[in-house]
């Protein structure tokens, strides 16, 4: 991808090596609440005592000099891709319905942080929190991007935090909202749902590239890292690497295939109306 260094976005929050606050229920018991607060339509993290607009902090060992030079210009880059992704969505709000983009703030931490929606662990991987509209990301996680996942390429990256940002842009929608609404309603199509959820937010982030392409920010290879990373990242590659069985009922994120297709659908249209994963259309 061809970007030029901006030094860092002033949507930018470095809580890296800082230390965590709050109580912690690691990253499954953060998943699993944030399920049941929806299907049963209770605060559940109160219930327990995390406040979901706990003061965010990050986690672990202290930031050294030399991790922070290093890295540096991936930090650069987030910003970058970070700031050219809003503003694609700033446009967008602009000329389609009038109303104002709100900027997502993004969040470096390393091992361990505490969100809006309770603690979460790198493990967990990058994501956003609706409650405090942040996009949470440990830069480690493009090193297993590359090596665990297969999914090298800085394009491979930038995918991931547009598919973020494409969570932001549901929140601000009301997507995020009907979602829940219909968990709640409908439980045993919560899975289904999140699926859909996700993979318009893969379109997302194809509409995204579609505007790189337009501006000639694009190189020789950039689109296939984007749907190696998609590909990498469905539920069904992630089944196969784990050897366990391969269940579609227990799909959250859609099949590698579902991912790659609904990126290039985005991709080619750059049009966000033709991201409907709810209707189908």
């Keep these: 991808m061809r970007w030029t260094p901006k030094g860092r976005s002033s949507n930018l929050e470095d809580r890296r090596g800082m230390g965590g606050v709050g109580k912690s229920i690691g990253v499954g018991g953060t998943v699993v609440v944030l399920i049941l607060s929806m299907v049963m339509g209770r605060n559940l993290f109160t219930d327990l005592g995390i406040s979901p607009l706990a003061e965010i902090s990050g986690g672990g060992a202290p930031l050294t000099a030399e991790d922070s030079a290093r890295e540096e210009k991936s930090v650069e880059f987030v910003s970058f891709v970070l700031d050219d992704v809003q ?40 994501f956003y929190c609706p409650a405090d509209q942040r996009v949470y990301i440990d830069l480690g996680f493009f090193d297993e991007l590359q090596d665990r996942f297969g999914a090298p390429g800085d394009f491979a990256q930038a995918y991931v935090l547009a598919h973020e940002v494409g969570h932001h842009v549901q929140n601000l929608l009301g997507t995020e909202a009907y979602l829940r609404r219909e968990q ?21 982030a194809g509409v995204w590239a579609h505007s790189t392409s337009k501006r000639d920010l694009l190189e020789r290879g950039d689109v296939e890292e984007a749907l190696g990373a998609a590909s990498a990242v469905g539920d069904d590659r992630l089944a196969q690497a784990a ?3 391969i269940r579609t009922e227990s799909f959250t994120h859609g099949s590698s295939k579902q991912r790659s297709e609904w990126f290039m659908r985005g991709y080619d249209s750059g049009d966000p109306k033709r991201c409907d994963t709810f209707s189908g259309t």
């Design 87 to 126: 503003s694609v969505w700033m446009n967008v709000f602009s000329n389609s319905n009038g109303s104002a983009y709100q900027d997502a703030k993004l969040v470096l931490f390393r091992n361990s942080v505490q969100s809006g929606c309770g603690s979460a662990q790198s493990a967990m991987g990058p």
């Design 243 to 245: 050897n366990q069985e």
């Design 184 to 204: 709640r309603a409908n439980p045993n199509e919560a899975n289904a749902l999140s699926v859909k959820m996700e993979l318009q937010a893969d379109c997302y």
